[in-house]
Structure formats: structure tokens, C-alpha cells
């Protein structure tokens, strides 16, 4: 069983920070991308920034500057750290990673659980 436990969302006012961490746990070998992405009300899911296990990242454009993904690839656990923020990143924060597990062949795509972030005076 493989579990992505995302935290640190919230509500903040517009200009304000937030910090989100996603943890993995279970029988994981390994590790690819580790990614985050964001869906608002009656909107699809799309992509904020992803990172590879060598520190490679990929940040969409609407967020570049403002938003920095990182990664512990020891503690299993990927972090955006999210700055001057407007009421228009409000929207449920998910986290992805491509995990390898422990007798597995292939890699495949967990989910986590969603962090609400709310961007609002």
C-alpha cells in the first residue's frame, strides 16, 4: 500500500504565503517526478510543478516566479512553497508521484488526498 499525504494548505490573504508538504509512505522502491496540481470549482485539474528525482523542475507558467517546488528524496516528501499569492490560486491542491513499488516492474501514478487553499481577504 502506497499513501501521499499532502498538508499546510489553508486560508491566506492575497500577497500572503503558504507552504505545502506531500509525504509518500509504504513499500516504495522508488521515486520518479513527484508533482503538484490544482483544480478550482468547475475547473479540470492541471499542472502547477513537478520535479524529478535529480532536481529537475517544471513550473507552469502562471505561478513561475512566485511558486519553487522542492524535494527530499530521503524523507520521501516533495514541498511548493507558494509566494504573493491571489485569490486566483484558490483551488484544491493535489499531489502526484510516479512510485515504483517494492517488487513492482513499472511505475505508477498515486494521488493524494487534496489540500484546500483559499486565497481571500
Known amino acids: 500500500q502506497v499513501q501521499l499525504v499532502e498538508s499546510g494548505g489553508g486560508l491566506v490573504q492575497p500577497g500572503g504565503s503558504l507552504r505545502l508538504s506531500c509525504a509518500a509512505s509504504?513499500?516504495?522502491?522508488?521515486?520518479?517526478?513527484m508533482g503538484w496540481y490544482r483544480q478550482a470549482p468547475g475547473n479540470q485539474r492541471d499542472l502547477v510543478a513537478e520535479?524529478?528525482?535529480?532536481?529537475?523542475?517544471n513550473i507552469a507558467d502562471s505561478v513561475k516566479g512566485r511558486f519553487t517546488i522542492s524535494r527530499d528524496n530521503a524523507k520521501n516528501t516533495v514541498y511548493l512553497e507558494m509566494n504573493s499569492l491571489n485569490p486566483e490560486d484558490t483551488a484544491v491542491y493535489y499531489c502526484n508521484a510516479q512510485i515504483l513499488r517494492f517488487g513492482g516492474s513499472t511505475y505508477a501514478d498515486y494521488w493524494g488526498q487534496g489540500t484546500q487553499v483559499t486565497v481571500s481577504f
Open positions: 520535479i524529478t528525482r535529480s532536481g529537475s523542475s
Open positions: 509504504g513499500r516504495i522502491w522508488t521515486i520518479s517526478v
